[in-house]
């Protein structure tokens, strides 16, 4: 692997191929996955073979030991609840008599550990870290750690519902305008319709880390979202971007909303402002947690 242009493209490999992974394991067995697995581990190994340190390869292997232990409870405990960021549905805590259930969440812990050592304010490795002690029975342990994670993101509403129920108390809830502490700034970008009154959505969320692509991404899909926005209930038409020890700064994109001479929508993007990162931008292939939600690197498609 040589240069910056390699290690990006095996980097953004790593990332689809986890979260393909990550979207199967909601409902399908290890079994299922065997090959899947084996895709994922073989782009990180190659990435940390010549960058023993990289933090991308080492929070995707977090979420993929997370992953082996989805698969693993959906034989256990069937597919009906997502224990990872489900509010109303905290880990249960694994039987003792299950070994390997056991065992698959000491390696999420493990494999969080080593990502922390890499990256301590990693907030999505410290909740992969309490979600796997929740599941081994630690709840003290894991209650600090859920502590952790809403004090990097003081709006996780799920890591403060855990606490909530593992400590028997009631939190207030963050007023607006805190610092979240992510280490890397990235663009959030989303154009969603809620389409349902259970509070499905249709539509794409972008996880995103230069405003080139963040414009290219509304441009391509501006006539499909507006083609939608009379059928929803609501609709999301905003980028979020966060800038590292600074307020995250959003702006609705409805508020840029024109046309051309001859009436087709655009967006005049002078009317738009996107935050410089700075030097310490999100890599590319890199998955983040923000305000309780797991987001992969570039496009995801939401159509529940």
């Not at 299950?98 to 698959?104: E, I, N, T």
């Not at 890499?118 to 410290?126: D, I």
């Not at 009436?263 to 947690?289: A, F, N």
Request: hydrophobic letters at 35%; one cysteine or more; charged letters at 25%.
């Amino acid at each position: 692997m040589d240069g910056a242009t390699d290690i990006e493209a095996v980097r953004r490999e790593a990332g689809s191929s986890l979260q393909y992974y990550w979207e199967a394991a909601e409902y399908d067995t290890p079994e299922d996955l065997e090959d899947d697995e084996a895709e994922v581990r073989e782009a990180c190994s190659a990435i940390q073979e010549a960058f023993p340190d990289d933090i991308v390869s080492s929070i995707c292997l977090t979420l993929l030991e997370w992953g082996n232990l989805r698969a693993h409870l959906n034989d256990e405990i069937g597919t009906a609840d997502d224990h990872f960021d489900d509010e109303h549905n905290p880990p249960a805590g694994l039987d003792e008599d299950d070994q390997h259930g056991r065992a698959l969440a000491a390696e999420v812990v493990r494999a969080a550990e080593r990502t922390l050592a890499l990256q301590q304010t990693n907030n999505l490795a410290v909740f992969s870290r309490a979600c796997g002690l929740h599941w081994m029975g630690d709840h003290d342990a894991a209650a600090a750690a859920y502590r952790e994670a809403l004090r990097l993101d003081p709006y996780d509403h799920i890591a403060k519902a855990r606490i909530e129920q593992l400590e028997n108390v009631e939190l207030s809830e963050p007023p607006s305008g805190l610092i979240t502490h992510h280490p890397h700034g990235f663009h959030l970008l989303e154009m969603t319709h809620l389409v349902g009154h259970s509070g499905s959505t249709k539509g794409w969320v972008w996880l995103l880390s230069d405003p080139s692509s963040v414009r290219s991404s509304v441009d391509g899909y501006l006539d499909a979202w507006l083609a939608n926005r009379g059928l929803s209930l609501d609709d999301e038409f905003s980028v979020w971007t966060h800038v590292p020890d600074n307020r995250c700064e959003g702006y609705e994109l409805r508020e840029a909303l024109g046309h051309t001479a001859e009436g087709q929508p655009l967006i005049d993007w002078s009317k738009v402002t996107l935050p410089d990162l700075g030097r310490d931008h999100l890599p590319v292939g890199q998955p983040i947690r923000w305000h309780g939600q797991l987001h992969f690197f570039g496009g995801t498609e939401h159509d529940d």
